[in-house]
């Protein structure tokens, strides 16, 4: 099978993160009158190498492998990907797999292939899980509305922590437009510029410096993108922040539920909670 990319031990954690709540979701739904569903907009190829030191990598199963291995399986299995190369190598995995007659492999743009999937749901019927696993910052807020409208997903939404600070320049007036198209499509708002952007403390006296710089670092992003969330969601707790190995912040994987059911909303932040927590050291 065609291997995904490198990543590192925080690929092996977000995918533990994951594997652990699937094994709880149809176990917890099992006997319930749903159809359920995993849906994975970034899919990779079902395998993953992950540097484990200067010199070492490993061999691990990506997410689409995880999501078919789980114990009590779902009912239909959803991957959208944009790469030929990976497409080839999940419908490899669909075909090799007992439950690939479960399977749609979806060869396009995640914004547009989710949506196609999103619609062809009844949503009062169905549950499931959502894995939003981008590189970057290829998600638009659009897609997490989208997501949220349904009221029967969980979803754990991975946020680039680096793709943010490498668009949100510490000082305001080096945003070119570009980057602040991306950081706008991306947060759905721009009013990402009041949360993180203030005047310096000090000011230069010949006022050659910078009028507005970024600060609070990456709590204050964090804390802007669930709020965000918060608009659209019932719930979305503290994210889970991964980091490289000089213990700089990669990524934050979020947890929300779209159901606002509170019976739902209180079993699905609990174990989240308790899963992320084993982690999140």
């Not at 492998?65 to 999940?90: C, G, M, Q, V």
């Not at 993180?196 to 204050?220: C, I, K, N």
């Not at 990524?251 to 084993?278: G, P, Q, T």
């Amino acid at each position: 099978m065609t291997k995904h990319r490198f990543g590192g031990l925080w690929t092996q954690q977000k995918l533990t993160v994951l594997q652990e709540y699937l094994g709880f979701f149809t176990k917890a739904l099992m006997a319930k009158p749903f159809k359920l569903v995993y849906i994975d907009t970034f899919a990779g190829t079902g395998k993953c190498l992950i540097k484990t030191g200067p010199e070492g990598q490993s061999e691990i199963d990506g997410s689409a492998s995880i999501a078919l291995n789980t114990p009590r399986p779902f009912d239909e299995y959803f991957f959208i990907e944009a790469r030929r190369k990976h497409i080839k190598a999940l419908q490899a995995l669909k075909e090799s797999h007992a439950l690939g007659d479960r399977v749609h492999v979806v060869h396009g743009d995640a914004r547009a292939e989710l949506s196609s999937v999103l619609t062809k749901h009844n949503w009062r019927s169905t549950r499931g899980v959502l894995f939003l696993d981008p590189y970057g910052l290829q998600c638009s807020w659009d897609m997490v509305q989208r997501i949220a409208a349904t009221k029967a997903l969980d979803v754990f939404f991975l946020v680039s922590v680096s793709g943010i600070t490498r668009q949100a320049s510490t000082d305001l007036s080096k945003v070119d437009q570009d980057k602040e198209r991306a950081l706008t499509d991306f947060l759905g708002t721009e009013e990402w510029k009041r949360a993180w952007y203030q005047p310096p403390p000090q000011s230069d006296l010949f006022g050659d410096g910078p009028e507005l710089v970024r600060e609070g670092g990456v709590q204050a992003i964090l804390q802007f993108v669930r709020r965000r969330m918060g608009d659209v969601f019932p719930h979305v707790g503290e994210p889970m922040i991964l980091k490289n190995g000089q213990n700089a912040a990669l990524f934050a994987l979020f947890f929300a539920v779209s159901n606002d059911s509170e019976a739902a909303v209180k079993l699905a932040s609990k174990v989240s909670r308790e899963i992320l927590s084993k982690l999140d050291k």
